[in-house]
């Protein structure tokens, strides 16, 4: 036993010799072997005495998952802006933003001032992660330790190999150092609040032969133009919803690309044809997809809804769960499932949608409510129009608690040639099987 703990008992007493802390090597011993014995494994029983003696968990950014608790991370600030949030009745005023180290880059929320700043480095303890909008985001306030620290700690966060650009598809949620060519397909300029006031920023759309994603640049830049092909390094990725963002701050280099990315180019992943569902279903997000299949379900909280005018929740009886009773404003949706024989997920379509597809207008449902007197008549009407026909729809697909989500920013009912689509999937399983015509032999 003493041979197999001793490189256990030396870990920890190195660890503990980086702090204040003193410790009795023997102390140290028999309490490891006291937990080995009770069948704690030898990792968690380690992370188990430096939490006691005050020792946080060293993390790198690339190995967090959600869940872990008084941890020490050290990477660099690349973006920070603050937002005001409501807590208990209070408003409250947190900085969230984007850290890097040379694994990766990870959003966080600092819930006191720390005076972090775009650049520094910093070593924080007792930091916590958790989930949001299903990854996983760094969490440091009243408990943490923050010291801003040399930055020549950390490496430049430049990849190894920066001479060879990354295509859009394969860039990935916490991708740091990113080397990217894309076109701006368009672009659009924002204010935002920081900790140092107004800030304008530039968001848009990038598309290369592989895919469109969304960016933001925290920086005006002069080469981010309508129709422009840049080359980006040193940028980095977080998505939103699980759909990845082109990031790109004070450290990301951005110029006029030698090669220009043609309409011919683009056109892989400009055309409208809609993609099977199987091959979209097992990704956290994707931006910009046109699906199409069978509608089979309209969801209850369909037609006719009453929304809270501060928050837009759906309210019931005039009363919403944060705001308490409430004067709502008349809204329509409908909540539906689309299969297209490949798999399954929910499509959502606001008012306008909504009115295109099945003809009603907010006014028409609230007389149709109003008649029947029951609201849920709408939601009945529009199971009756909808259920079993096809319909294409356009928009960025999620995933999260409530399973996989399109949120239509484009809807049309469609005819779909069902027999077709049949043969040709049959076709693409290999499994084609002879036609006969009902004549001569028989299969």
Known sequence: MDEKIAPHVDEIIRALGTTNTTVNHAIIKEELTRLIEFKVPPEEAKRSLLKKYGVSEVKKLTDLHGGERDIEITARILDINLKV??????????????????????????????????????????????????????????????????????????????????PLAELMEGAAAVHTIFRVMEYHQQEINTKNGSRTI???????????????????????????????????????????????GEFTA?????????????????????????????????????????????????GLIIRCPQCSRVIQKSTCRVHGVVEGLYDMRIKSILDDGTGALTVVLDADLTQKVTGYS??????????????????????????????????????????TTLVAAEAELTEMDTAAAAIALIEEMGAVPQVFSGEGESP
Not at 209 to 232: Q, R
């Open 202 to 248: 530039l968001t848009g759309i990038a598309a290369d032969s592989t895919a469109k994603l969304p960016f933001t640049s925290w920086e005006p830049n002069p080469e981010i133009t309508d129709g422009a092909t840049v080359e980006v390094k040193n940028a980095y990725i977080k998505s939103w919803r699980g759909i990845p963002t082109i990031n790109m």
């Open 254 to 302: 951005i110029a006029r690309s030698e090669t220009d990315i043609s309409e011919d180019d683009l056109a892989p992943i400009l055309d409208t044809a809609p993609v099977r569902l199987d091959s979209i279903s097992g990704r956290m997000g994707v931006f910009d997809a046109v699906i199409e299949g069978s509608l089979i379900s309209i969801r209850p909280g369909s």
């Open 362 to 403: 907010i006014e028409k449902a609230k007389e149709v409510a109003a008649l029947a007197m029951d609201q849920t008549s709408v939601e009945d009407e529009m199971r009756r129009r909808l259920l079993g026909r096809t319909m294409r729809a356009r928009g960025n697909m999620t995933k999260g608690e409530y399973g």
């Open 85 to 166: 949030v409501g807590i208990k009745g209070q408003e409250r005023t947190i900085f969230m933003g984007t850290m890097a180290d040379e694994t990766g880059a990870k959003s966080f929320t600092a819930w006191e001032d720390f005076g972090l700043e775009i650049g520094d480095v910093v070593k924080v303890n007792n930091a916590y992660i958790r989930l949001w909008q299903g990854m996983p985001e760094i969490n440091f306030g009243p408990r943490s330790e923050v010291e801003k620290i040399n930055s020549g700690v950390l490496d430049s966060l430049t990849a190894s190999d920066m001479d060879k650009p990354v």
